[in-house]
């Protein structure tokens, strides 16, 4: 098939990727990480776990939150002030919510990571319907400022005051929270 990009005259493309982007290093880092992972895998450690982060927190006033449609990721309600529950709470999330800025760099403008507040492009992509349902519903709950009753199992939901959302990926949230919150739960489901 050579003799196709000849014909076309594609060979500027290989020597534009091969000298001008410098792929070079991506083989380089291969065989680093072969060679590593080779001696990686001699060593084997062995680490008592005496408990979970599930586990512990708690005690410490932390809270883990069970977020639906989105079971594996972590979140959790924690004090801002151990000894004042007036001082309010923290949303504190991993990978599920992003806040990066709209000039995070053209890898976060692809995957649709930046420029707002919530669930990426990629990851409503690949979420299912009704996981969206469900974890834009759970975050209009925690958005809410008022009591809810949960139509389904007649649990009530007492509003929790976030005065902070910190995250993973991007700068703190310290504003207007709840508002946020549900900006996070709209763009979800505006599809």
Same mark, same amino acid.
């Given at each position: 098939? $050579? +003799? !196709? @990009? #000849? %014909? /076309?005259?594609?060979?500027?493309?290989?020597?534009?990727?091969? *000298?001008? &982007?410098? =792929? $070079? +290093? !991506? @083989? #380089? %880092? /291969?065989?680093?990480?072969?060679?590593?992972?080779?001696?990686? *895998?001699? &060593?084997? =450690?062995?680490?008592?776990?005496?408990?979970?982060?599930?586990?512990?927190?708690?005690?410490?006033?932390?809270?883990?939150?069970?977020?639906?449609?989105?079971?594996?990721?972590?979140?959790?309600?924690?004090?801002?002030?151990?000894?004042?529950?007036?001082?309010?709470?923290?949303?504190?999330?991993?990978?599920?919510?992003?806040?990066?800025?709209?000039?995070?760099?053209?890898?976060?403008?692809?995957?649709?990571?930046?420029?707002?507040?919530?669930?990426?492009?990629?990851?409503?992509?690949?979420?299912?319907?009704?996981?969206?349902?469900?974890?834009?519903?759970?975050?209009?709950?925690?958005?809410?400022?008022?009591?809810?009753?949960?139509?389904?199992?007649?649990?009530?939901?007492?509003?929790?005051?976030?005065?902070?959302?910190?995250?993973?990926?991007?700068?703190?949230?310290?504003?207007?929270?709840?508002?946020?919150?549900?900006?996070?739960?709209?763009?979800?489901?505006?599809?």
């Amino acid at each position: 098939m $050579d +003799w !196709i @990009d #000849d %014909w /076309i005259g594609l060979d500027w493309i290989d020597d534009l990727i091969d *000298d001008w &982007i410098g =792929l $070079d +290093w !991506i @083989d #380089d %880092w /291969i065989d680093d990480w072969t060679r590593h992972r080779k001696q990686f *895998d001699k &060593i084997k =450690l062995k680490v008592a776990v005496e408990a979970t982060c599930e586990e512990i927190l708690p005690a410490h006033g932390v809270a883990p939150l069970d977020m639906p449609g989105n079971p594996f990721e972590l979140c959790y309600q924690m004090p801002l002030d151990a000894h004042d529950a007036s001082a309010g709470y923290a949303f504190v999330v991993c990978d599920a919510l992003f806040n990066l800025p709209a000039n995070s760099g053209w890898i976060a403008y692809l995957m649709g990571s930046s420029g707002f507040f919530g669930v990426t492009r990629i990851g409503r992509l690949l979420m299912p319907k009704e996981s969206k349902v469900l974890f834009a519903r759970w975050l209009r709950r925690m958005a809410s400022t008022e009591p809810l009753l949960d139509a389904d199992t007649a649990e009530r939901f007492e509003p929790i005051e976030w005065r902070a959302i910190i995250m993973a990926h991007g700068e703190p949230i310290v504003s207007d929270c709840h508002a946020r919150l549900r900006e996070a739960a709209d763009r979800l489901c505006k599809e």
